[in-house]
Every structure is written in structure tokens, then in C-alpha cells.
């Protein structure tokens, strides 16, 4: 998979271990089988992880465009019911503010991986993010 | 065993309703994650969401589950503060309340729930933040309207109450409703079913508002409120048409409930809002009624009609009241609009000042009263507390100095039992700035003498001094009061603690005079306890025997027991020093009971070490070890320092009497580092007694590493070792281990990192076989075609193995089951 906007590519083995990690981000934070969860992502690599992640956690993908307006994305979060969204965008998370989403999930957390539960915390998961592992491929 | 877990979680007021799936997904994320926050709007039910986690998380916190409820608390200091009352932590000299904390939650597998905390995000998030680093084990569950914003903090956004729709009319907010309703009387409410469902989506299915609603539905049907609710909102709905809807719609139920008031009501509400903490019937008597608006004798009633409409909640421990912040937040911008805020909160200063005062007194010195016929005043001084607060908060901001000084001293004799001085401090700087022409000049003497009172407390010397002898100078020109003698009491601790011997020798012959003179017999037990400590101090036993005795006598003549305790615990000192070691633990002992009923677990730390030092010496091990177990315990609890240092020479003293000198020496190692660290610089003379016998016996070389290692340890690893070993030679029936009795703590723990449950279960055969394949690098969907599954499947395997192995990727699945030989098929 290769993101359109940076160049930056994702090999199908990346793509299993991130979403894989992803999953068990999401198990953690009480996704089960049968549940929705918002996608509000720009098209790109995160996107497809998230949502083989969604899957593999036995979730339904509920995909918001990213491009909508507040006014737009709230009518569709709130349609959605979704307890659960990923998402990076401020506007999303505004639209999302009186809905029945409890919890926000960014892309970095979905990126963290659970390596250990005590200490996964100390430190900030955003410096985890591995994208552009390929870079120049 | 199971060791009873330590809350202080109120019982609930009424029937939890719905949430059921929350609850238990956040007990879970309460466990696993280090900070979450329950946010969202008020009325949404943060607060009764968090206290139902918080108690569904109980098994999960050997160490216990706190609340610290910081509505109240409106100034950023106080967090500390409440947090340390509330975990039993005390101050101590120079150190920082906050040491304290982390010395009690250090290790411990604790639940610590911070209610209300949207005024102090800052200060909380960096309090918390700190926290986190020194405690490993920590939890926190915090209820906020706005996040903290700190690493690792999960934001949980509180929703809404399930809303009603064609598939599910019995939502959790029709539940919710008709539940209140019920209990608020309401008989025919179910009757009209889709006018409750109405009722429900026009309340957002915010809880506070449905609460609001059904309180009323006795007399109105569910159908009229939501009319006229929705009258309401076409009222409010200017501006802003979406962002704030919930907000809107509590404020539009609020207004509706309270429009509905009848005049009296409306008029007690607003009033009511000057309250910080509970209060009684007779406390809102005294400040809410006027005699003209509100008489008197109307405030019962009317409270109760508020009550029954919701606004202000009841609680049956001694008949106290409360508003919800929300409805507080309301009522004070309707105080403000009537216009009567000033005069209100100027009658709220005079009242609660009266009431400490009378506290004061009937609590005070002199009275010959039974000793719990008073401390029922002590314990009600402090339930004022939070008002008090308040109050001289008003007396600074209007610039009331009278009062407030005079409710600052009240409050500070009645803190002075505690021994928490510090708070204090504050009021009197604040106040002590204002103008005070027209103060009495009495009353500012006595403030003076006040401020230096917690100033001592603080270390703070210098400064004590100065403001001790103005204060004495102009009491004296007065006629004697027994603030003057305490004035006195604290002269002799900073002269003596200043090394001015001459001038302490003048105060206390001063104090004697006037104290016999007057009758004062609470400070005539200052003073002899005072030429104890310089009889003992200049070598002369019999003596100070002689003063101890007659301090006894003069404590047990006054009843008043913080003052038979001194002078118990003095004479245990004076019978150590004179080598009578059986006085010295019959006098120790007796005070032991009397410190637990007043609660002062510091000098109760204190005293048990001495029973625990006597006992050793005495050869008394089991005894000894019981003492020190309780006496570490306590330090540790109330996060003092200086007692744990205490503790660890007793343990000397003991490990030296059982023939331990290599354990002697490590633990007086270990207590002279921590007595270092805290700014003690002063070591006993028993420490170089013991070095020099230990050189003798074991040689230089062999006691220098034996100091190098104490220095080095954990007190706590240091303190275990000696309470663990054999339960004394030639006692078998003591159980070899004391501490399992013992509450957990971080330097007698035996909780901690077994908490962390192993997460390993076995896997399925098909979750076997897939981590087999996963060492052959395979990609999902290579396994997928091996295995004609899908490869959406295969990602589902793959993260139930990571979760039950508890792992963060594909790869460590594949060293795994190659270390398990899963990859030879």
C-alpha cells in the first residue's frame, strides 16, 4: 500500500503486525464483537490499519469521510451510536463532544504497542510511531 | 486471608440505574490504565458514574479505594491538604504535605478518585502527573468537565443516559425516570408512555435533568413537564444552536424546576449557596432566615420542599444537607441578582464564627468537663471546616478583620488537637494584612501569638520569635486568659528550640506565676512538663521524676486527655532515663489508648516506638516487634518521615539486644540516612556507642560495609528484615511472621507486584497451530490460504493470542512459539 499524499509505503507484513498490535489497543479499551466504531481518517495507511484492526477485533466499521464539516460529521456520529472512534482530526472530535462516543482513540495509541501494561504509560506513546519505515522504497 | 480493603465511598443515596456495560468496561480500563478521566457536562452524572466504578473496583486495590471530593476546594494549596486528610497523612516540621503523600502511596495499590476537579485542572494536573512518576502502582479515576491533558491520561466522555427509540422504549433514561418518579410518589406515570419518551428525548437523557422532572411528577404528568420544558427552550434557543445543547438543556430544567418554586423557596435556594460543606437545619436557621422574607420557623419546611424537588440532597448521617454543584453554581448568580450576596455572606462569617467560638469554648481547657462530652465539640469545630474556609476567605475579601481573627483563633485551638497548624499560617498572614485600626489591640496580640504557633510548627524560628514576644507584651497588659498561657507554652518550645535558655527560663517562670495564680491547670501541665524536659536535660532523673509526677496529677485534675497523654508519655521518658524500664512501659502503655481515641496517630507512632524500644530492651522481643510493626505502620501512614527514622533505631535497639549486630547497625545506618535526607543533621550518641562496640566485635572493615549498606537500602527493605526475623529467641508461640496482620504499605508490603495477574491462558488448537505458522514469517494472508480461512479470521487469532500472552506484536508470537516448540508440525 503506498499513501498518495507522502510516498510512504506499508508492506503486507507491516500491515498484519500494526494491525494486529492496533487490535488488541482496541480489545483494551472494551471493543467487542458486534460493536460499531467510527473511522474518521484521511485516506493512507492509518486508515487501512485501522480498519483490518476494527475487524479483527469482531467490530463494524462505521467510515466517516474526513473531508465533511462539523455540522455533517456530528449528524453521522450521532446516526452512528458508536461507543468507540479513531480519529486525529479536531473537528471530529468536536462533532463527537454530545454523542454517545466515550472514548477517542488516536492513531498513535492505536500505534502503541502494549508491550507492557505498567509501564506503557510513562512515556508518551506518540514518540512510538514508526511510519515511513520503507521510506524510499 | 483476605485483607479487608480500606474505602471511604459514601453508601448510595438511591437506586443506580443502567450504565451496566460502562461499569464494567471502566472497572476494567481502571485496572489497566494509570489515569482516567470521566469528562462531560454537569448533571450528566460524572460524579455517581465514578463513585459505582469506583466501588466496583474494590477487589482490584488491595491497598484501597479513596475519594477525594474537591468541589470545595477552591484554593489550589487545599488539594494536597484534602488528599492527606483523606489518606490520613499529617504534616510534619519543614516538610512538604506533598513528601507525606508519596511516602504513603509509594508501593501501595491504590484507587485514588478526585471528584470535581474542572476548577483546578492545572494544579491537579501536575499534582497528579507527579504522583504517577513516584508511585508505580497508583491508579487514578478522576471526574472532570474538562481533561487534565497529561501523558498517559484516558479521556472517558461521560453520554447521556440511553435515549428511547421505536425498537427500545425502555431505555435506560425511561428507566431512569420512572424509577425517580416512583420514588418521588408519582403514581400514574407509566400510563402515558410515549409522554415519558418524549420527556426523555427533550431531556437530552441527561440524569440531573430527569431527576429535576420526575421530582415534580406527582403533581404534574410526564406529558405537561415536557410541554412546558419545551416552552423553555424556545426561550433559551438564541445563538449557538448545537454546541452546547446538553448545557442548555440542564440550565433550561434547572430554571423551569426553580421557577416552579413558590417565593420562600426560591429565596431559601439562593441563600443556601453561601454554604462550602454540609450544614444543618440550625445552621441554615441562622443564616438563611431574616425575619422578614424567611422567618425561622419556616426554614424546616421550606428545606424539606426543596428536598423533595431535588435541589437539595439530604443525607440521614445527623441530619446534614448539601446542593449539588450545579444547583449551588445556579443559586449564587441568584443570590447575586437579589442582591443580598454581602450581607448574606457576611452573615454566613458571623454564624460560623459564632459557632466555632462556641465549640471553642465548650471544648476548651477549662471547663472540667468529661473528656467525650468535649471532643463531641472538637469533632463538630471540624465539620465547620470547609465554612470556616469560606468565611475568613469573606472576612479578607470585605475586609471584616474582627471576625475573622477571631474565628481563625477559635478554629486554630481546635486544629491544635490534631496537629495540623499549618493551614493556619495563611489565615493569620491574610488577615494579620488587612487594616486593623478598630481591631482590639487584645485580639491582635492573640493572633500574633497564633501565626507563631504554626510558624513553629513550620520551623519557621526566627520569625516565631519575634511576633511571640509582641505577643506576650500586649496580652499581658489584659487580664489573664488562657491563650495567654498556650502563648506561653509555644514561648518555651522556640526560646529552648532557639537555644535561648535565659529567656525561656524567664517565660516559664512568668507562666508559672500566672498559670497558679489563675487557677490554669492545663498550663501548669505545660509548665512542669517544661522543667521536666530541663531536669532531664541537665542529668537530674529524680527531679524530673518529681515534675512528671506532678504534671500527672495536674492532667488527670483538668480531664483533659490530650494533656494526660504528655504527660504520661514525659514520665515513660523520665523511668527509660532512670534505667526503670517496667514504669517505663506501664506509663507508655496507659498513654497508647488515649492517643487513639484522639486520633493523633503521630504521636501515637511515636509512643508506640517507645513501647517497642522499652520491650527490646526489656527482652521483650515478640512485644517489641508488634510495637515497631504498629509504629512503622503509622509513620508510614500518616507519611512522616522523622517517624519512620524513629522507628528504624528502635530497631536497632532491638536487633542489639537480640545479639544482631550486623542488623543493629544497618538499621541505625539506614535511619541516620533518612534522618539526613530530612534535613537532621544531629546524631544521637547512642549511634557512635553502638559503632564503637561493633568495631570492637566485628571488626572496622567488616561495620563500615555493614553502615555502606544500610545507608544504601530501602528503610523499609532494612525494617523487614530485622521484624522478620525468628519471632525472638525462646519464644516459639508467636507467629513468625507479624506483618500479614498489618494493613500493606510500601515499607511493610506484601501486596505489590503480584498484583500484575499472569496473563496466561492456554490457547486453542487453532491459535497453537497459527502461532506456528507465524515462525515461518507468514503474512495473514498467507496463513489464510494454508488455512482456507479468511484472512480477517486469521487477524482475529493473532490478536487473541497477543492478548492471552500478553504481547505487543506479531513477531513475539513467533519467537514464542518457536521457544515451545509449536513450529515443528
Not at chain 2, 248 to 264: C, G, I, M, N, Q
Not at chain 2, 385 to 412: K, M, P, Q, T
Not at chain 2, 522 to 543: C, D, E, S
Not at chain 2, 675 to 702: C, F, N, V
Request: glycine share 8%.
Amino acid at each position: 500500500m503506498v499513501d498518495s499524499g507522502t510516498g510512504l509505503c506499508l508492506t503486507e507484513g507491516q500491515l498484519d503486525e500494526r494491525s494486529a498490535a492496533a487490535t488488541v489497543q482496541l480489545r483494551r479499551r472494551g471493543v467487542r464483537a458486534g460493536d460499531t466504531v467510527l473511522i474518521c481518517l484521511t485516506v493512507g495507511p492509518d486508515l487501512l490499519v485501522a480498519t483490518d484492526a476494527v475487524i479483527a477485533a469482531g467490530g463494524i466499521v462505521w467510515p466517516v469521510p474526513a473531508e465533511l464539516d462539523e455540522g455533517r460529521l456530528r449528524d453521522r456520529i450521532m446516526a452512528s451510536r458508536a461507543r468507540l472512534m479513531i480519529s486525529d482530526l479536531p473537528r471530529a472530535m468536536n462533532a463527537a463532544r454530545e454523542s454517545w462516543v466515550r472514548m477517542v482513540v488516536s492513531v498513535a495509541e492505536l500505534h502503541s504497542y502494549p508491550v507492557s501494561r505498567e509501564r506503557r504509560t510513562e512515556s508518551d506513546p506518540t514518540g512510538r510511531r514508526t511510519k515511513g519505515d520503507c521510506e524510499g522504497v | 486471608m483476605t485483607p479487608q480493603v480500606q474505602h471511604n465511598l459514601p453508601a448510595e443515596p438511591n437506586r443506580f440505574v443502567g450504565r451496566a456495560r460502562d461499569v464494567a468496561e471502566l472497572c476494567a480500563l481502571v485496572r489497566g490504565e494509570r489515569v482516567v478521566t470521566l469528562s462531560g457536562v454537569g448533571g450528566i452524572g460524572k460524579t455517581r458514574l465514578s463513585l459505582r466504578v469506583a466501588a466496583s473496583a474494590l477487589p482490584g486495590f488491595a491497598d484501597g479505594v479513596w475519594l477525594v471530593q474537591l468541589a470545595r476546594v477552591s484554593d489550589p494549596e487545599l488539594i494536597v491538604k484534602e488528599m492527606a486528610d483523606v489518606l490520613g497523612v499529617r504534616e510534619e516540621g519543614s516538610e512538604r504535605l506533598l513528601d507525606g503523600l508519596r511516602i504513603r502511596l509509594r508501593g501501595t495499590r491504590t484507587l485514588l478518585l478526585l471528584d470535581n476537579c474542572e476548577h483546578l485542572v492545572e494544579p491537579c494536573a501536575e499534582l497528579v502527573a507527579g504522583l504517577l512518576a513516584d508511585c508505580p502502582e497508583l491508579r487514578f479515576l478522576l471526574t472532570s468537565r474538562e481533561p487534565l491533558r497529561i501523558p498517559g491520561e484516558l479521556i472517558w466522555r461521560v453520554p447521556p443516559l440511553d435515549l428511547p427509540d421505536e425498537r427500545h422504549p425502555d431505555a435506560e433514561s425511561v428507566l431512569f425516570f420512572v424509577e425517580r418518579a416512583a420514588a418521588a410518589g408519582a403514581r400514574a406515570v407509566t400510563d402515558s408512555m410515549p409522554d415519558v419518551i418524549r420527556l426523555c428525548r427533550a431531556l437530552d437523557g441527561l440524569p440531573l435533568a430527569l431527576e429535576l422532572a420526575a421530582a415534580r411528577s406527582s403533581l404534574l404528568s410526564p406529558g405537561r413537564i415536557a410541554d412546558r420544558i419545551g416552552d423553555r427552550f424556545k426561550l433559551l434557543t438564541t445563538g449557538d444552536r448545537t454546541a452546547h445543547a446538553r448545557q442548555r438543556t440542564l440550565l433550561a430544567t434547572v430554571e423551569w424546576s426553580h421557577d416552579l418554586l413558590a417565593r420562600k423557596e426560591r429565596v431559601l435556594l439562593r441563600r443556601l449557596s453561601v454554604f462550602a460543606g454540609r450544614f444543618d437545619l440550625d445552621l441554615a436557621e441562622q443564616v438563611c432566615a431574616d425575619g422578614d422574607l424567611l422567618r425561622r420557623g419556616e426554614v424546616l419546611d421550606v428545606l424539606s420542599g426543596l428536598v423533595d424537588k431535588s435541589l437539595v440532597l439530604h443525607h440521614g448521617d445527623g441530619g446534614r444537607y448539601h446542593l449539588l454543584d450545579t444547583i449551588r453554581h445556579y443559586a449564587a448568580e441568584r443570590l447575586r441578582e437579589a442582591g443580598e450576596e454581602a450581607r448574606l455572606r457576611g452573615g454566613h462569617l458571623k454564624v460560623i464564627c459564632a459557632e466555632m467560638e462556641r465549640c471553642h469554648e465548650a471544648g476548651s481547657l477549662d471547663s472540667r468537663l468529661s473528656w467525650p462530652a468535649r471532643a463531641v465539640h472538637f469533632a463538630k469545630g471540624r465539620r465547620l471546616l470547609d465554612d470556616c474556609r469560606a468565611a475568613i476567605d469573606w472576612a479578607v475579601e470585605s475586609g471584616s478583620a474582627e471576625l475573622g481573627l477571631r474565628l481563625a483563633h477559635a478554629a486554630l485551638t481546635i486544629l491544635a488537637v490534631r496537629g495540623d497548624l499549618r493551614e493556619s499560617v495563611g489565615w493569620y498572614e491574610r488577615l494579620l494584612g488587612l487594616d486593623l485600626s478598630g481591631v482590639p489591640d487584645q485580639l491582635i496580640g492573640v493572633a500574633k501569638g497564633g501565626l507563631a504557633y504554626g510558624l513553629e510548627t513550620r520551623d519557621e524560628l526566627d520569625r516565631a520569635a519575634a511576633l511571640i514576644e509582641e505577643s506576650i507584651e500586649e496580652q499581658r497588659r489584659h487580664p489573664y486568659t488562657q491563650w495567654l498561657g498556650v502563648t506561653y507554652g509555644v514561648a518555651l518550645t522556640v526560646f529552648f528550640r532557639t537555644g535561648q535558655t535565659g529567656t525561656a527560663l524567664r517565660y516559664l517562670r512568668e507562666l508559672e506565676v500566672a498559670a497558679a495564680e489563675h487557677d490554669d491547670l492545663f498550663n501548669l501541665t505545660t509548665a512542669r512538663i517544661a522543667r521536666l524536659n530541663l531536669a532531664l536535660f541537665q542529668g537530674q532523673p529524680r527531679q524530673a521524676q518529681r515534675f512528671g509526677e506532678e504534671a500527672l496529677a495536674l492532667a488527670m485534675e483538668t480531664g483533659h486527655h490530650w494533656t494526660l497523654a504528655r504527660a504520661l508519655t514525659h514520665l515513660g521518658a523520665v523511668a527509660e532515663a532512670r534505667g526503670d524500664l517496667e514504669a517505663a512501659m506501664r506509663h507508655h502503655t496507659a498513654a497508647l489508648p488515649i492517643l487513639e481515641e484522639l486520633d493523633n496517630r503521630v504521636e501515637l507512632a511515636r509512643c508506640q516506638a517507645k513501647v517497642g524500644r522499652v520491650a527490646a530492651r526489656s527482652h521483650d522481643f515478640p512485644a517489641a516487634r508488634r510495637s515497631l510493626a504498629a509504629s512503622l505502620v503509622l509513620s508510614t501512614q500518616t507519611g512522616r518521615r522523622s517517624g519512620v527514622v524513629r522507628a528504624l533505631v528502635a530497631l536497632s535497639v532491638l536487633a542489639q539486644a537480640e545479639g544482631d549486630l550486623d542488623g543493629a547497625v544497618v538499621a541505625a545506618a539506614a535511619a541516620s540516612a533518612l534522618r539526613e535526607s530530612i534535613g537532621q543533621h544531629d546524631a544521637p550518641a547512642r549511634t557512635q556507642e553502638l559503632l564503637s562496640l561493633a568495631r570492637d566485635k566485628l571488626g572496622e572493615g567488616r561495620v563500615a560495609l555493614l553502615w555502606a549498606s544500610g545507608i544504601a537500602q530501602d528503610p523499609g527493605a532494612v525494617a523487614r528484615r530485622i521484624l522478620d526475623q525468628k519471632a525472638g529467641v525462646g519464644d516459639v508461640h508467636e507467629p513468625a511472621n507479624l506483618l500479614p496482620s498489618l494493613p500493606a504499605t510500601p515499607f511493610v508490603s506484601s501486596s505489590g507486584p503480584a498484583a500484575r495477574e499472569p496473563r496466561y491462558a492456554t490457547l486453542t488448537a487453532r491459535e497453537r497451530e497459527i502461532a506456528g505458522l507465524l515462525t515461518e514469517g507468514l503474512s495473514n494472508r498467507a496463513v489464510a490460504a494454508q488455512l482456507v480461512i479468511s484472512p480477517a479470521t486469521v487477524a482475529r487469532h493473532v490478536a487473541n493470542i497477543m492478548e492471552k500472552l500478553g504481547f505487543g506484536s506479531r513477531a513475539q508470537i513467533a519467537v514464542w512459539a518457536a521457544e515451545h516448540g509449536l513450529d515443528h508440525r
